[in-house]
């Protein structure tokens, strides 16, 4: 079975720019969370969708925002960005909103805001 | 709000022998999970190990396995036999079981293990 995939691996972007991130989670399962990784830290959260509605959202200002699609895929969308917003964004899936559930991480998209 | 620390930054061991990293965590919850997640090189983060606050027994994994102290709040993880492919950084995180996961993981800021051959 393929796990969680995130697109693209890769991203490079300038101050002030709009970027968007994708995410297919595993099959079957129909939640999905956001998180950012910046240099030596550990992942923190952003934003966590079931069944196509916002459950969950971290400290983050409003220029994160996300959507999940019918198909249980997402995408997470950063405006305005900002030097700092340069990080690892990693995407995980569960099968149910639960807070038990385990969460499978994706490989994440590399962030570089110039 | 929750916190997750993890005291050591780095810790060292030789092939073979057993090493353990730790983490306390603060929360005024009583259901709860902890997670052990090793991220690699490659920036995947991988689930290594899993434990329900609610269980007394320690969870295990072939050569990992944890010992959580809950009055303690301490959730530490042994690795046994270590092996070069262990080298990573490791992350312990907690979510609160009835917020619905709502509230994310909160992780640590990571143990990196290197593995001397």
């Known amino acids: 079975d393929a796990g969680v995939t995130q697109s693209p691996t890769h991203l490079i972007k300038t101050r002030g720019q709009q970027v968007t991130l994708r995410c297919s989670p595993i099959?079957?399962?129909?939640?999905v969370s956001w998180y950012q990784q910046v240099l030596g830290q550990g992942p923190q959260f952003i934003f966590q969708?079931?069944?196509?509605?916002?459950?969950g959202r971290g400290n983050f200002p409003d220029r994160f925002s996300a959507r999940q699609f019918p198909n249980y895929s997402s995408e997470l969308n950063v405006n305005a960005l900002l030097l700092g917003d340069s990080a690892l964004y990693l995407c995980?899936?569960?099968?149910?909103?639960?807070?038990?559930?385990?969460?499978?991480f994706g490989p994440g998209t590399r962030l570089l805001v110039l | 709000a929750q916190t997750v620390t993890q005291s050591q930054p780095e810790m060292s061991v030789q092939e073979a022998e057993t090493v353990t990293l730790s983490c306390t965590y603060d929360?005024?919850?009583?259901?709860?999970?902890l997670f052990w997640y090793k991220q690699p090189p490659s920036r995947q983060m991988i689930l290594v190990i899993r434990?329900?606050?609610?269980?007394?027994q320690n969870a295990t994994e072939n050569r990992f396995s944890v010992n959580f102290q809950k009055a303690a709040k301490s959730f530490s993880l042994k690795i046994s036999d270590s092996q070069l492919g262990d080298a990573a950084m490791y992350f312990c995180?907690?979510?609160?079981?009835?917020?619905?996961?709502?509230?994310?993981?909160?992780f640590g800021k990571g143990t990196h293990l290197i593995i001397q051959p």
């Open positions: 995980a899936s569960s099968p149910r909103f639960q807070g038990g559930q385990t969460q499978y």
């Open positions: 099959s079957g399962h129909k939640s």
């Open positions: 969708y079931y069944e196509k509605e916002e459950r």
């Open positions: 929360t005024s919850e009583s259901d709860y999970y």
């Open positions: 434990q329900e606050a609610y269980k007394q």
């Open positions: 995180a907690y979510i609160w079981s009835s917020g619905g996961g709502a509230d994310g993981l909160t």
